[in-house]
């Protein structure tokens, strides 16, 4: 099959939303380049997976390449206060395929197998392994889901929520830098915005509603 640039950067495009809503547990969120991510997926595109793979490269390379920049920000930066993993609504497209993430990717490949592996395996934990059905790629054996993380407090949020405590500006800082309504979060707990949140936690991330047993 012989495909075109619009081709390769819907698939970019397309496997970002994927990824993101899964690891971010946000399932409405959608994509629209900026100029600045027009430039990091056209360098992406024609400088290195033309450049590496030719001009029809595998779709599978592709998401491979996703994969191990998303378990980089999930396993292996989960020190970061935009770590990805408690479902921060910041991660960058430019920071999955850009110029640092390439020379990460690039280190990777030259790693033994079990690293390769594990990376893998871990990132398909978190995201499930449809990926590769929903893209037309054969999949790896299918994984258990470890999501744990979506029901323990995340110590980062609540220095944020404490520090802006029942205020509109809290308020607003939690519907965009946190995952909403946690009821083992104190703050939340004896926050006055808290049924709002819930609300928005329910319309925005019905899985992660469910995940912290909400019905």
Not at 22 to 33: G, R
Not at 53 to 78: D, L, P, T
Not at 140 to 162: H, M, P, R
């Amino acid at each position: 099959m012989i495909r075109t640039y619009d081709d390769y950067k819907e698939l970019v495009i397309k496997l970002h939303e994927y990824f993101y809503r899964e690891v971010c547990q946000y399932q409405d969120y959608m994509y629209t380049p900026s100029a600045s991510d027009e430039s990091s997926i056209k360098n992406f595109i024609e400088n290195y997976i033309w450049k590496e793979h030719g001009e029809n490269a595998a779709i599978e390379y592709i998401i491979n390449f996703f994969e191990s920049s998303y378990n980089y920000w999930v396993e292996e930066r989960q020190d970061t206060f935009k770590y990805s993993q408690y479902g921060f609504s910041s991660i960058k497209l430019s920071w999955i395929i850009g110029k640092k993430a390439i020379k990460r990717y690039e280190k990777i490949k030259i790693k033994d197998s079990a690293h390769w592996s594990r990376f893998k395996r871990y990132i398909r934990s978190v995201v499930g392994t449809d990926v590769l059905d929903k893209f037309g790629v054969e999949r790896d054996a299918k994984v258990i889901t470890d999501t744990s993380f979506l029901t323990k407090v995340n110590t980062i949020e609540e220095g944020y929520k404490e520090r802006f405590h029942n205020t509109e500006q809290g308020f607003l800082f939690c519907r965009s830098m946190t995952t909403l309504y946690f009821h083992k979060s104190e703050h939340c707990v004896l926050c006055k915005f808290k049924q709002d949140c819930k609300a928005l936690l329910k319309d925005n991330w019905p899985k992660l509603y469910k995940k912290r047993g909400y019905e």
